[in-house]
């Protein structure tokens, strides 16, 4: 029996619900993911690898829901009532799960194994992402009466791009500015809950009174209650100040009279940790004779500006990224305040690139280059652009995790890739291994013996003087110029070097491999790509290609301009867009599927290959390129999914199937181009992957269309 499909023609009001609750799915789904990879963010190691991790899990869980709703030929819309009450609430209970579990299962203040954080995100978001990835199939087979379908495949996508687009840009632009966590999912539910609540009062008045009194409670917890404050001091402890900004979690706790800052679940302020903010000021600035101006990129809490005011410059530029953090330091007096001290709340590289003053000393006091966006202050560009804006005498300090009793073989490359990028770009290069290892370069020559220079210069510490020879020891030094290694890569902005030997000594700290993730993961990946059919490859290939181009797109962004939250959420954005006019033109050109289908694979594999010619003509990328390329390039792969639907037909109930596809190939995206292909083989090789991929595609498409 073949079924005919006449799209949004009944009058039915509760098939008008169905599509509204896609819409509604949508937005949670989006809203939800984003959130979701802030709290992991938050109480993990905030790096690529976690945000690959989450999205993997999530895209993967909800393909296999889409899957198995495809033994569902018919649904009931009981079944549906309860899919959508679950979709509801299983965000709070998420939120509740990833914070209270966290200190259930792991001791406070251990760092976690990869595998530990993978396993974690499975258990805690399978629930959730397999409802929503059974959902939008499911939403068809409700829908599905007296063998004709009132919402077909392509008009399935196109409303769940409504979904996404609104998701995205709520979430981008809106919540996270004024919201926190708890707040945010209830907004998302309670769109849910009031299409699930109309439904019930066309279906079933008395559910209907029933479940409000459940909606009155749940608007309680999430608006009023003390629960989130709580869940999270189950990690924290005596939380006394606790920000949510675009750009992370920043919480202060206290504990008898002193403060400490967290950031991504890692303290980076404490009041009594003197010796950090001595080390990082006075080796620094007792090279310099006269100290004139100094720009502090990050780290101006506590004791910082002080320690710098010793020198008496005549000005100190303090940039940090986060307006939360410098509004939490003023808020506290954790910031001294001084005529001479102007704060800047901006990206360092994009203040340098706007600034044309030049500084006795640029200090930056950023954590371990663990993840791009903090690569970006360690690389061959920057250190070349941060020497433009230093003075002759002027030099540069940077810092890296050390532990001084042992060098493992992958810290002695970490050590070596940052001290030979500096040698590119400066003459001179001293180590100097206090609590943490610190990098002095210069045209100049860099004293070692600091506490000699500092009594020089009359200058008081409490820590660096009398602890230093027992610290910076001749063995010490000895040991860090043999760790040196001459034939090592240069760390460059394409090829981010550095970021692949962090992932590597984060799998060697705990003596596991990524083999047994590699070997399993293309295990998987080949098993699923030999059972599926031609018109799905052509929708995985689609997807991959999708999530691994906006990766890039945010990269080189992040590059060329810095990291403004606004813009990459816009490039975020502007991929989604993109999907809804696609999905719509699909849908108008189905009746030619097959010509099309060849016809947005040849524009595809074009765009692609332009985004590697053009970059290697020329790095200068006008902005609004950023939005339109990500448009153009949804745009064409949004035709491609109800073109496909045609293809299969839709008397084969092709939305499942189509939607694994997608998902599949965008999770394999996102971990294939984000942990192995940029850090391990640079920006360009990533982008002829998955220009290769796209290939194997299109002549899959030749053959379809022949």
């Given at each position: ?27 949670s789904?989006i ?16 790096n ?19 899957l ?32 209270i ?20 995100v ?9 409802a ?39 979430a981008?632009?809106v ?33 209907f ?14 608006f ?15 939380i006394v ?62 004791a ?59 200090i ?16 061959k ?31 002695k490359?970490?050590i070596?890739?940052l ?31 600091i ?28 040991l ?114 097959k ?29 609004i390129?950023?939005?339109l ?38 999770s ?39």
């Amino acid at each position: 029996m073949h079924i005919r499909c006449k799209p949004l023609k009944r009058n039915n009001a509760a098939d008008k619900l169905i599509a509204a609750s896609i819409i509604a799915i949508g937005i949670s789904s989006i809203v939800n993911q984003v959130i979701t990879i802030r709290e992991f963010l938050s109480l993990f190691y905030g790096n690529e690898i976690t945000i690959s991790a989450v999205i993997f899990c999530w895209l993967t869980i909800g393909a296999i829901g889409s899957l198995c709703a495809r033994f569902f030929k018919r649904g009931s819309l009981s079944s549906f009532s309860f899919l959508l009450f679950l979709i509801a609430i299983l965000p709070l209970a998420q939120i509740l799960l990833i914070r209270i579990l966290r200190s259930a299962f792991f001791p406070h203040g251990i760092s976690l194994s990869f595998y530990n954080i993978l396993a974690y995100v499975l258990f805690t978001t399978f629930p959730y992402c397999f409802a929503i990835g059974f959902a939008l199939p499911y939403c068809q087979a409700v829908s599905k009466k007296e063998g004709e379908f009132f919402i077909d495949t392509g008009i399935l996508y196109c409303l769940d791009s409504i979904g996404d687009i609104t998701g995205g840009i709520l979430a981008s632009f809106v919540f996270v500015y004024f919201l926190k966590p708890f707040s945010i999912i209830g907004i998302t539910s309670l769109i849910t809950f009031f299409v699930l609540e109309i439904l019930l009062w066309i279906r079933n008045k008395k559910l209907f009174f029933a479940s409000l009194l459940f909606v009155g409670f749940f608007i309680w917890f999430v608006f009023s209650s003390p629960a989130e404050k709580y869940s999270l001091s189950l990690h924290y402890g005596n939380i006394v100040a606790y920000e949510e900004s675009p750009y992370g979690r920043i919480v202060v706790t206290k504990e008898k009279d002193q403060y400490t800052v967290w950031e991504s679940s890692t303290p980076f302020y404490s009041q009594k940790d003197i010796a950090r903010a001595e080390e990082k000021v006075h080796y620094a600035l007792c090279q310099l004779d006269s100290v004139k101006d100094v720009l502090l990129i990050s780290g101006g809490l506590g004791a910082t500006i002080r320690e710098i005011e010793k020198y008496h410059p005549l000005h100190i530029d303090y940039v940090e990224l986060d307006p939360s953090v410098t509004k939490i330091g003023l808020k506290l007096k954790l910031i001294p305040e001084a005529k001479n001290l102007s704060i800047i709340n901006t990206d360092g590289r994009r203040y340098l690139r706007s600034t044309k003053k030049r500084y006795s000393a640029i200090i930056v006091d950023l954590p371990d280059p663990d993840t791009f966006q903090i690569n970006r202050f360690f690389t061959k560009e920057f250190f070349m652009l941060a020497k433009s804006h230093l003075t002759r005498e002027g030099l540069i300090c940077v810092k890296m995790k050390y532990y001084p009793n042992y060098i493992s073989k992958v810290r002695k490359r970490k050590i070596s890739i940052l001290y030979n990028t500096l040698k590119c770009c400066f003459r001179y290069v001293e180590l100097i291994p206090g609590t943490e290892l610190y990098f002095l370069a210069g045209d100049r020559p860099i004293y070692t013996d600091i506490p000699r220079r500092l009594n020089k210069l009359h200058i008081k510490t409490l820590y660096v003087v009398p602890y230093f020879y027992g610290n910076v020891t001749p063995d010490r030094i000895r040991l860090l110029k043999k760790a040196i290694l001459s034939d090592t890569e240069i760390n460059t902005d394409f090829r981010p070097c550095l970021v692949k030997v962090v992932f590597q000594e984060w799998f060697k700290k705990f003596n596991t491999s990524p083999f047994y993730l590699i070997f399993s993961l293309t295990s998987l990946l080949f098993l699923y790509l030999v059972f599926i059919k031609r018109e799905e490859y052509v929708l995985f290939s689609t997807g991959f290609s999708l999530m691994g181009l906006e990766m890039l797109c945010i990269l080189l962004f992040q590059i060329l301009y810095g990291y403004v939250y606004l813009k990459v959420g816009a490039i975020i954005t502007a991929f989604l867009i993109g999907l809804f006019p696609g999905s719509l033109v699909g849908i108008k050109v189905r009746k030619s599927a097959k010509r099309y289908l060849l016809i947005t694979e040849l524009l595809i594999l074009a765009l692609l290959i332009s985004c590697p010619l053009y970059l290697s003509i020329t790095k200068n990328i006008p902005k609004i390129l950023f939005l339109l390329y990500p448009f153009i390039f949804s745009l064409i792969c949004g035709i491609q999914f109800p073109v496909l639907a045609q293809i299969i037909g839709e008397e084969k109930s092709p939305a499942s199937r189509l939607f694994a596809s997608d998902l599949i190939g965008a999770s394999f995206g996102t971990v294939i181009i984000g942990i192995v292909a940029i850090p391990f083989f640079g920006l360009f090789s990533a982008l002829l992957l998955i220009i290769t991929l796209k290939i194997t595609s299109l002549l899959i498409s030749i053959k379809k269309s022949a």
